[in-house]
């Protein structure tokens, strides 16, 4: 399969892929543009591995997980913070806004924990092969994971038991 053929059949899936742990559409094409002109070069090597979309998703994580990626997408979180402004809903609006705070609070996790939340909840992946993914084990994905939904859950209002039943 040629880089081309990988593109033309990958590409839609990858772009979802690299937004969903990005947290972000521009951020996510950004990463995917530095993966994926890392990967032509190279791209004789990686078609004959196993998997090559397993192997480029691991570049993806890797790029995200950069020191350098993380500076600036700190730096591109603070200046849309500033500029956002709360949103208030009711009815089917109100859980479209409840959706994009909660995208808005996962976007804000550090890269990691992220990586993992998504991975987990929206890839439905397991903690081994997040692990396997990622290059780390699996306490540090499990414990990623915690760090990230406690953050969330402070951050969240929890529903009273009124609401849960």
């Given amino acids: 399969m040629t880089f081309e053929e990988f ?3 990958r590409l839609p899936a990858l772009t979802r892929y690299a937004t969903a742990l990005a947290g972000d559409p521009d951020a996510g094409a950004d990463v995917l543009q530095d993966v994926l002109v890392k990967a032509q070069p ?7 591995l ?3 979309e397993a192997y480029v998703r691991r570049m993806v994580i890797n790029e ?3 020191a350098r990626r993380q500076l600036a997408a ?3 979180r603070e200046r849309v913070h500033h500029a956002a402004e709360p949103v208030t809903a009711d009815g089917h609006d109100e859980r479209i806004a409840q959706r ?3 995208v808005r609070l996962i976007r804000d996790l550090p890269a990691r924990q992220r990586i993992v939340i998504v991975l987990r909840y929206l890839e439905d992946m397991a903690d081994a092969d997040i692990a396997v993914l990622m290059g780390c084990s699996i306490v540090t994905v499990r414990t990623q994971a915690m760090r990230g939904l406690a953050t969330l859950r402070a951050v969240l209002p929890q529903p009273s038991l009124e609401e849960q039943r």
């Fill in 100 to 102: 994009d705070a909660l």
């Fill in 64 to 66: 995200l997980t950069s």
């Fill in 42 to 48: 190279r791209w004789s090597r990686i078609a004959e």
């Fill in 50 to 52: 196993e998997s090559p």
């Fill in 7 to 9: 593109l033309a059949a």
């Fill in 74 to 76: 700190r730096l591109r």
